[in-house]
């Protein structure tokens, strides 16, 4: 049986775009020769009027909508509006698959592709699209959305359409799949249902509480890397980010970045999270204040087909400049948003001891692996890993698997262990389960993919239990479990994934 698996995937390299020499040059120009700066969500057809504004339009719980006339009516427009993207040919820039290869060209595409004008084919180098493992991955996709946001309320016909966004993490009660997107369950009857999603997410099964947890990411204090700890920016993207990705796709569309905005559920996943963006500013916490960063410039489609680009700068206020917030009341009041010192460094921090490390590169498989790491001094006791004092507390002993490699994305949840008995933990066992990851995008050229998990609290616990009494830590990575025995892409062959190292850090 084919699976996703077995596709060649579609490399859209510069050098392909550019295979015909005598076209690049002419064709930069005639794609960078007609953008326009940004406007506001008014200012366009699609939009009620505008300039700068102050937050007028807002973004609902999409199970809060399902409860009133006028909340589905909403929904209902979305449906509308996805049909009618999708009846766009792909060479619409306001199509529902260009708008979906803007996210990352899909090799099903490939025949499609090479039929665009050469300068629409610039337009979707790699290069310039999906950002993420670095610090735009949040404005980028702030962007993404907003102009999808727009393009969607001219195709519904609806002027006061907003996006919904699914809160899965807060109400146990609201961990399934929306009921719009599951029912009618046929894509000919409904257009916000996908048949490509993992076993039981379209029949209801709710998502468990280690997939939605969104406190990790809600507790970092600052946006970048800041000693041993990751920073928001990345710690919202690994969960619940990636991991709601690859839970909600299986073998289907929402694992793969190539084909993961062509499920309309995508759009409110990403609503989510530029929601959690919000509510952790709202905790006081300061954006990167970095000029470089601030000042890239990003480049989409807007509802009319016109090229238009904002910078980083211009997305760090939603009430202000674009116009919406969210019904939670977690927003930061119209310019409240705090930007760190311009001059603060985008990797500052304080300065990091390894604690222990493994001997070398593993890669990763259906059975699971264990990798052993060796405490950095001769005499690694206990205490070296304990977190008792003041001073230690604000350094957490944190767990590094560094340097992921993979070409083809796995579709799988990984769970990670400490110290798990011979025989493996299993169920999550809170004596030795430290946490998941979803390796989503994969790394290309130089770029490299790491995850990290505060252990201290663990440790502490193993411990004083006399689970652990010194010498090695045993890290334990293993597939998630298949949501059903024997089916789904989690009881298939796993695509080459290697973690280059593993360590803890403080």
Same mark, same amino acid.
């Given at each position: 049986?084919?699976?996703?698996?077995?596709?060649?995937?579609?490399?859209?390299?510069?050098?392909?775009?550019?295979?015909?020499?005598?076209?690049?040059?002419?064709?930069?120009?005639?794609?960078?020769?007609?953008?326009?700066?940004?406007?506001?969500?008014?200012?366009?057809?699609?939009?009620?009027?505008?300039?700068?504004?102050?937050?007028?339009?807002?973004?609902?719980?999409?199970?809060?909508?399902?409860?009133?006339?006028?909340?589905r009516a909403m929904i209902e427009?979305?449906?509308?509006?996805?049909?009618?993207?999708?009846?766009?040919?792909?060479?619409?820039?306001?199509?529902?698959?260009?708008?979906?290869?803007?996210?990352?060209?899909?090799?099903?595409?490939?025949?499609?592709?090479?039929?665009?004008?050469?300068?629409?084919?610039?337009?979707?180098?790699?290069?310039?699209?999906?950002?993420?493992?670095?610090?735009?991955?949040? #404005?980028?996709?702030?962007?993404?959305?907003?102009?999808?946001?727009?393009?969607?309320?001219?195709?519904?016909?609806?002027?006061?359409?907003?996006? #919904?966004?699914?809160?899965?993490?807060?109400?146990?009660?609201?961990?399934?799949?929306p009921d719009a997107f599951r029912?009618?369950?046929?894509?000919?009857?409904?257009?916000?249902?996908?048949?490509?999603?993992?076993?039981?997410?379209?029949?209801?099964?709710?998502? *468990?509480?280690?997939?939605?947890?969104?406190?990790?990411?809600?507790?970092?204090?600052?946006?970048?890397?800041?000693?041993?700890?990751?920073?928001?920016?990345?710690?919202?993207?690994?969960?619940?980010?990636?991991?709601?990705?690859?839970?909600?796709?299986?073998?289907?569309?929402?694992?793969?970045?190539?084909?993961?905005?062509?499920?309309?559920?995508?759009?409110?996943?990403?609503?989510?999270? *530029?929601?959690?963006?919000?509510?952790?500013?709202?905790?006081?916490?300061?954006?990167?204040?970095?000029?470089?960063?601030?000042?890239?410039?990003?480049?989409?489609?807007?509802?009319?087909?016109?090229?238009?680009?904002?910078?980083?700068?211009?997305?760090? *206020?939603?009430?202000?400049?674009?116009?919406?917030?969210?019904?939670?009341?977690?927003?930061?009041?119209?310019?409240?948003?705090?930007?760190?010192?311009?001059?603060?460094?985008?990797?500052?921090?304080?300065?990091?001891?390894?604690?222990?490390?493994?001997?070398? #590169?593993?890669?990763?498989?259906?059975?699971?692996?264990?990798?052993?790491?060796?405490?950095?001094?001769?005499?690694?006791?206990?205490?070296?890993?304990?977190?008792?004092?003041?001073?230690?507390?604000?350094?957490?002993?944190?767990?590094?698997?560094? *340097?992921?490699?993979?070409?083809?994305? #796995?579709?799988?949840?990984?769970?990670?262990?400490?110290?798990?008995?011979?025989?493996?933990?299993?169920?999550?066992?809170?004596?030795?389960?430290?946490?998941?990851?979803?390796?989503?995008?994969?790394?290309?050229?130089?770029?490299?993919?790491?995850?990290?998990?505060?252990?201290?609290?663990?440790?502490?616990?193993?411990?004083?239990?006399?689970?652990?009494?010194?010498?090695?830590?045993d890290v334990q990575i293993v597939?998630?479990?298949?949501?059903?025995?024997?089916?789904?892409?989690?009881?298939?062959?796993?695509?080459?994934?290697?973690?280059?190292?593993?360590?803890?850090?403080?």
């Open positions: 049986m084919t699976t996703h698996h077995d596709r060649t995937r579609l490399s859209l390299s510069r050098r392909g775009f550019l295979g015909t020499a005598a076209f690049g040059t002419a064709a930069a120009s005639l794609v960078w020769a007609g953008r326009v700066p940004a406007q506001p969500s008014g200012s366009g057809s699609g939009g009620s009027g505008g300039g700068t504004s102050q937050g007028t339009r807002v973004r609902r719980n999409v199970y809060a909508l399902a409860q009133t006339a006028d909340g427009a979305y449906r509308t509006g996805v049909k009618a993207m999708m009846a766009r040919p792909f060479s619409d820039v306001t199509s529902w698959r260009f708008q979906a290869a803007i996210h990352r060209p899909n090799s099903a595409d490939a025949r499609d592709f090479a039929a665009l004008p050469v300068e629409l084919q610039l337009y979707l180098d790699p290069a310039n699209l999906c950002q993420h493992r670095n610090l735009r991955f949040l #404005p980028w996709h702030r962007m993404y959305v907003y102009f999808f946001e727009r393009i969607m309320r001219k195709a519904s016909g609806k002027t006061d359409f907003m996006l #919904p966004y699914w809160n899965y993490s807060d109400s146990p009660a609201e961990r399934a799949l029912t009618p369950n046929t894509e000919s009857a409904n257009a916000l249902f996908r048949t490509a999603r993992a076993p039981g997410i379209n029949t209801g099964t709710p998502l *468990d509480s280690e997939t939605v947890s969104v406190s990790s990411a809600l507790g970092e204090t600052s946006a970048a890397p800041s000693g041993a700890r990751a920073g928001f920016y990345q710690e919202i993207e690994s969960q619940p980010h990636n991991i709601i990705h690859v839970t909600l796709g299986g073998d289907g569309l929402m694992s793969d970045p190539q084909t993961a905005a062509l499920d309309p559920i995508f759009w409110l996943h990403h609503c989510n999270i *530029d929601r959690l963006w919000t509510r952790w500013n709202a905790r006081g916490r300061s954006n990167p204040g970095d000029a470089t960063f601030l000042g890239r410039v990003h480049r989409f489609w807007d509802e009319d087909g016109n090229l238009v680009e904002m910078t980083t700068r211009e997305v760090m *206020d939603t009430v202000t400049r674009l116009d919406y917030r969210y019904d939670d009341a977690t927003a930061p009041e119209a310019g409240e948003v705090i930007l760190a010192d311009a001059g603060s460094g985008v990797e500052a921090g304080r300065s990091v001891s390894e604690l222990a490390a493994s001997a070398g #590169p593993v890669r990763l498989s259906r059975d699971g692996v264990s990798i052993q790491t060796q405490p950095v001094v001769e005499a690694g006791g206990p205490e070296l890993f304990a977190t008792d004092s003041t001073d230690q507390l604000g350094q957490p002993v944190v767990l590094r698997l560094d *340097d992921i490699r993979f070409d083809i994305p #796995p579709r799988t949840v990984f769970e990670v262990y400490l110290n798990a008995p011979e025989d493996g933990a299993t169920g999550r066992d809170p004596a030795y389960f430290v946490g998941l990851f979803a390796p989503f995008s994969p790394p290309e050229g130089g770029d490299t993919y790491s995850e990290s998990f505060n252990v201290s609290g663990l440790i502490d616990r193993q411990i004083q239990a006399g689970i652990y009494d010194g010498g090695a830590i597939p998630r479990p298949a949501p059903d025995a024997g089916t789904g892409v989690e009881a298939g062959s796993l695509p080459e994934i290697t973690v280059g190292r593993v360590s803890l850090i403080r």
